[in-house]
């Protein structure tokens, strides 16, 4: 299924970003699924050291502990790995960054392609140099059954055509990273 780097072929690369606070299986089942449907050849995690939506709630787990979590999380998945270039450079975190980073580390060989989450993806037009890192790293977002319909929203025409053109339907898990934080808080 990977690409042979001798054939000129590049390999099609997932970049998952978030704060991962924590990881849970929801992701993990998003990544997986959109790299079977899309026959992307690795995902690459990258946990954001703080969100530039979230700056003023830090992550309630620290840094090296979220990288620890989805270490784990990770574990044993062939073609799945960590980058810390995120946790590693000074907040906020910015895609548009960690993307051209990336190319600039790995780009000549690969392609890259942002995964989201549905919810997630309808916030791409608040997002730092939006239509550039879409150029950069076209997005597949997992969606489900009841995928959305770009055609139907208040966003601009640009994000529709990458929206339209990404859409990945999914199964999904009901569960967030901040249900898992109130059921830990309730030791539940």
């Not at 309630?60 to 810390?84: C, K, W, Y």
């Not at 995120?86 to 580390?105: A, C, F, G, Q, V």
């Not at 997630?120 to 319909?149: D, Q, S, Y």
């Amino acid at each position: 299924m990977g690409s042979d780097l001798g054939s000129g072929v590049k390999k099609k690369v997932g970049v998952f970003g978030g704060t991962f606070d924590p990881i849970h299986n929801g992701h993990i089942s998003l990544a997986i699924q959109i790299k079977e449907q899309k026959l992307l050849d690795e995902i690459i995690f990258c946990p954001a050291n703080i969100s530039p939506f979230k700056g003023s709630v830090p992550p309630f787990v620290n840094a090296d502990h979220r990288v620890a979590m989805i270490e784990l999380g990770i574990q044993g998945l062939p073609d799945f790995r960590l980058s810390t270039i995120e946790i590693n450079r000074p907040p906020p975190s910015y895609t548009i960054d960690t993307i051209k980073e990336l190319i600039h580390k790995e780009g000549n060989e690969k392609d890259f392609f942002l995964l989201l989450a549905e919810d997630v993806a309808l916030t791409l037009e608040n997002w730092k140099e939006w239509e550039k890192l879409l150029e950069l790293a076209p997005p597949l977002i997992g969606a489900r059954h009841t995928a959305i319909n770009p055609k139907g929203l208040a966003l601009s025409e640009p994000l529709k055509s990458y929206l339209e053109k990404g859409i990945c339907t999914i199964c999904t898990m009901d569960i967030s990273s901040t249900i898992l934080r109130g059921r830990l808080k309730k030791k539940l």
